[in-house]
Every structure is written in structure tokens, then in C-alpha cells.
């Protein structure tokens, strides 16, 4: 019994996380959470506290499933840079998914919530710093790793990496099609493994 209402907590999220994802903290309104939930009012405010606490949740569940995704494909690759390349390759494929939006819902979140949503704000900008540190700790292992310069600080190749993610992710809302997505990502991540040292040299070899 208590499985299967984890279960139904989980799956509960999951659609409240696509809602929210496509539609934005404001405009989802406590009927259409009924509507895609299954839920009453009632039910909703016992199982998740508020709106608002049903929508911070659902951002800890998008980051933690983003996070998932990144690790798989960071540790498919001995080389640092390289799982930062692949990974930049993968967002290339936005546009052949089915998603409630191509944008990250932690920066749609940023943009959209204001002082009055402090709490779910913070919560947007904590998780977003995290896949920021992520980034920066692999630059810094490529750096232990001597793929990458010692004079190159991580910390800003871990937010340009981070401001391209967003602005791929925010350029595959345009109605520009799969293949422009694609090269742009290609283009990205080429620009990327160009920081391995003796990448020049590497490329003349193959």
C-alpha cells in the first residue's frame, strides 16, 4: 500500500513537472494541476503542501533528472572534455524530442518568478548553480588531467559553458528546425575540444 502511494506521489510529479515545464509557474492554475493530476484541491494540498511547494519539488525533480543525464554521459568518458562535448552533442537533439518545452525550466523559471516567489526563485538559482559546479569541476579535472591549460580558470569555462547550454536550449524554442540546432551544438562543442591541449596536433594525426 505505502509503495504503491510513492508510486502515485511519483507519477503525480511527473505530470505536474511537464505542466509547469510547459505552461510556467503563473499561468498554471490550480485546475488545470486538478486536470493533469487527478486530483482534488484537497488531495493536492495534502500530498504536496502548495502550489508552491508542488512546484519546488517539481524543479528539485527536473535538476535531479538533468544532473542523471549529465553524469551518464560524463562517465562513458575517460576524457573530461570530451564528456563535456558529448554532452553539449546530446542537447543538439532538442528539437527530435517530444518535450513540454526545449528551454530549461530552471532558467524559464528565473525569468518568470518575481519577489513574491523568492522561496521557488532561490530554489531555480540553487539548482542551476549546481550543474554550473558540475561543469567547473570537470574543467578542473581536465586541468588535473593535463588536457587543459593551467593559466584557463575553471570556474569561467564552467559559466560560459553553462550561459551556451542556455542559450542552445532558449535558440531550439525558434522555429529553426532540427538541423540548425544540431550544428549549432557541433559548433559548440567543437569550439570545446579546440581547449585540449595539443588539439591541433591530435586532429592532424587522425
Known amino acids: ?6 508510486h502515485n506521489r511519483q507519477d503525480s510529479l511527473e505530470r505536474a513537472l511537464h505542466l ?3 505552461k510556467g509557474f503563473h499561468a498554471t492554475s490550480l485546475k488545470d494541476l486538478e486536470k493533469a493530476l487527478d486530483m482534488r484541491p484537497g488531495s493536492i494540498y495534502a500530498t504536496f503542501g502548495s502550489k508552491d511547494g508542488l512546484f519546488q519539488e517539481s524543479l528539485e525533480r527536473y535538476a535531479s533528472l538533468g544532473l542523471e543525464n549529465l553524469e551518464r554521459i560524463l562517465h562513458a568518458h575517460e576524457s573530461p572534455l570530451a564528456g563535456l562535448a558529448a554532452y553539449l552533442r ?3 537533439g532538442l528539437c527530435d524530442q517530444d518535450l513540454p518545452s526545449r528551454a530549461c525550466m530552471l532558467v524559464k523559471s528565473l525569468l518568470e518568478l518575481g519577489e513574491r516567489e ?3 526563485r532561490s530554489k531555480a538559482e540553487d539548482l542551476l548553480a549546481g550543474m554550473e559546479a ?3 569541476e570537470r574543467f578542473a579535472d581536465a586541468q588535473k588531467m593535463g588536457e587543459l591549460d593551467s593559466g584557463l580558470d575553471p570556474v569561467r569555462l564552467g559559466r ?3 550561459a551556451e547550454v542556455m542559450g542552445l536550449r532558449a535558440f531550439a524554442q525558434r ?8 550544428a549549432l551544438a557541433e559548433d559548440m562543442a567543437q569550439s570545446l575540444e579546440a581547449l585540449r591541449i595539443n588539439s591541433s596536433a591530435d586532429s592532424h594525426m587522425h
Open 1 to 6: 500500500m505505502a509503495r504503491a502511494m510513492i
Open 20 to 22: 509547469f515545464w510547459q
Open 90 to 92: 546530446g542537447l543538439g
Open 118 to 120: 523568492h522561496a521557488a
Open 134 to 136: 558540475r561543469f567547473v
Open 160 to 162: 560560459r559553458l553553462q
Open 175 to 182: 522555429d529553426v528546425g532540427s538541423a540548425a540546432v544540431h
